[in-house]
């Protein structure tokens, strides 16, 4: 296979932009941080074209989604700063009714608690495969990790997920 060319690349931005920033913003990064986060991964990915062999695109992109992360939260670590965060996939429209709005903003705060309370290697490998779809075979291209752990990793995650998912229910029923 050879490598993939920049006419590929920028069909790939733009069929994949919404993932990656779908995958960033679960993976921790701030809605603050995460246009410019998402900004960096295409950035890569165009100058290393040369190097994404034909087929392995989505991976390839994922993973350097997920490093740009890991770069971000270190950073900002560093900073020990911490930014007001947004509602996940907030929007402006007039269109649901404002309980629905409630309902669906609650949900996603919900999910993202949840969510922060798994170890990133969890974290990664359930929003990949739950939220962004990908398969295990391209999981593990993307995390650099066998398939064999994508499928530990994605059936730990359910578990832990599950359960903090109990517990942040039950603390909201009190």
């Known amino acids: 296979m050879g490598a993939v060319?920049?006419?590929?690349?920028?069909?790939?931005?733009?069929?994949?932009?919404a993932s990656v920033w779908?995958?960033?913003?679960?993976?921790?990064?701030?809605?603050?941080?995460?246009d410019d986060t998402a900004q960096r991964v295409f950035a890569r990915v165009l100058a290393k074209a040369h190097r994404i062999q034909a087929g392995a695109e989505r991976a390839y992109l994922m993973r350097a989604a997920f490093r740009a992360a890991l770069?971000?939260?270190?950073?900002?670590?560093?900073q020990a700063?911490?930014?007001?965060?947004?509602?996940?996939?907030e929007t402006l429209s007039a269109c649901p009714p404002p309980e629905q709005t409630l309902l669906d903003r609650e949900g996603l705060a919900l999910l993202d608690r949840a969510l922060a309370t798994l170890p990133e290697d969890l974290r990664a490998a359930l929003t990949l495969?739950?939220?962004?779809?990908l398969t295990f075979t391209e999981i593990a291209v993307a995390l650099e990790?066998?398939?064999?752990?994508?499928?530990s990793r994605v059936r730990r995650a359910r578990e832990r997920f599950t359960e903090a998912l109990r517990r942040l229910e039950a603390g909201t029923r009190r």
């Open 129 to 133: 495969f739950e939220i962004e779809g």
């Open 5 to 17: 060319s920049e006419e590929r690349v920028a069909e790939l931005i733009a069929r994949e932009y």
């Open 71 to 78: 770069e971000q939260q270190r950073a900002r670590k560093r």
């Open 22 to 34: 779908r995958f960033l913003r679960r993976l921790g990064v701030p809605s603050s941080d995460v």
């Open 145 to 151: 990790i066998p398939r064999g752990t994508v499928a």
């Open 81 to 89: 700063a911490r930014a007001i965060e947004l509602d996940v996939d």
